[in-house]
C-alpha cells in the first residue's frame, strides 16, 4: 500500500474541520437570537438560561474525554459527532425557550468532546516541538465556524428562515463522519503512515507523557496541582469567548442598532481576528523557546501577552463609534484565541497521552462554569446596568489568570 508524507498534518487538517461544523453548529443560535426571540417572544433572561442550558451540557466534558481515553478517538468522536449533528437539525423545529433550552443542553453534553479529542489528536499525534502549532492549527476550526455563522444565518432568514441554518450545520456533520470514518485511524494502525513519520512522532514526544500506563482514578487527576491552574486560567478566560459568541450579535443590534445586513457584514470580525490569534499564540511560544525559554514557561508568557491584549475589551461599550467598537471587539477575540490555544495545549505538555482527554475535559468543565455564571449574570442584569462593567470584567479576568498560571503550575521532573 502506498505511504504518504506528513500524514498527521492531513490529520489535523480533517479535524479542523470538525472544529468548523461544531463552532457553527453552536454559534447559529447567537446569530439567530434577533429574530428567535422576536418570533419566539423569548426575553433576554431566558435566552441567559437557553444559553445556560448549553454551558451546563457542556461542562461533562470529563465525561467526553474519559469516553474518548477509554475507547478510542475513532470510534468515540464519530459517535459525538453523529449525536450533536442530529441534535443540531432537531434546532430547527424547535419552538418555545423551554424547548431550546433543552436541545442546547443536550447538544453542549456532545459537543464538549470537540476539546478533549483535539487535544488527544495533537498529543498522539504530533512530536512536543509541533503541539502548540497544531493545537493553533485545530483552533483556528474553532472562529472559522463562527466566522460562518453570521453569513448563513442571514442567508437563511432571507431566503427561507433561521431554521434552515439549523438544518444546515447538522448535515454536514454528517457528511463530515463519512470522511472520519475513511481516513483517521491512530498512528499504531494508520496504513498510510511511513516509518519515517512514525519514527518521528514517536521519537518526538517525552518518554513519561507517551507511556502507556494504568489509567488513574478519576479523584488522583482532580488531586493534580496542574490541572487546577490550567481549570483556573480557562474558568477566568472563556466568559470573553461566551461575549463574542452568544451576545454580541445582541449588543450590537440593542446598543449600537445594527441591522440584519450589518451584522452578516461585521459579526464575523471578531472571530477572523481570533483566527490569527491561534497562529499568533504558538508563534510567541516558538519566539520565547528560541531565546533560551524552556517549554513551560513559554506557554505561560503567551498566555501574558494574550491577557495584556485583553485589556482592550475594557473600552468596547465606552467608544462612540461602532466601528471602533468592533476593533475592539476583534482585539478581544484576536487575544482570547492567542491565551486560549496557549493554555490549552499546556494539558498535552503535563498529562500523559492516555489521561490527556480527561484533564481537557476536567480544565474545560472549569472554563464553561465561568461561561454560564457570566451569561447567567449577565442576563438578570444588562437590563439594568448596561454591557459596559461587563466589558471591564472580561479586560481584567485574564491577568488574573496570568498569574495564577505562573504560581501554581509545576514543571514535570
Sequence with gaps: MRRFRNIRWTIIGLFVVAMVINYLARSVLGVAAPAIMAEQHISAAEYSWITGAFQIGIMFQPLAGYVLDVVGLKIGFTLFVTIWSLITM????????????????????????????????????FPARERGVAGGIYQIGASFGAVFAPPLVAWAVLNHSWRAAFFIAGALG??????????????????????????????????????????????ELLRRRNLWAIAAARFLADPVWGMLSFWMPLYLVQVRHFDLGQIAMFAWLPFLAADLGCLFGPIVVA???????????????????????????MFVGTVTSPIAAIALLCLGGFAHQTLSVTVITLSSDLFPQDQVATATGMSGTAANLGVLIFTLVLGSMVAEVGYQPFFILLGLLDLVGAALLWVLIRKPA
Design 287 to 313: 519566539w520565547l523557546q528560541r531565546r533560551g525559554v524552556d517549554l513551560i514557561d513559554a506557554r505561560r508568557g503567551a498566555f501574558t501577552v494574550g491577557a495584556v491584549l485583553m485589556t482592550g475589551m
Design 174 to 219: 454528517l457528511v463530515w463522519v463519512i470522511a472520519w470514518l475513511f481516513w483517521y485511524a491512530p498512528p499504531a494502525k494508520h496504513r498510510r503512515l511511513s516509518p519515517a513519520e512514525r519514527t518521528l512522532i514517536v521519537e518526538g514526544q517525552e518518554a513519561s507523557l507517551a507511556t502507556h500506563r494504568k489509567r488513574p482514578p478519576l479523584g
Design 90 to 125: 432537531a434546532h430547527g423545529l424547535a419552538t418555545g425557550w423551554m424547548g431550546f433550552a433543552g436541545l442546547r443542553g443536550a447538544l453542549g453534553l456532545v459537543e464538549g468532546s470537540a476539546q478533549p479529542a483535539g487535544m488527544k489528536l495533537v498529543a498522539e499525534w
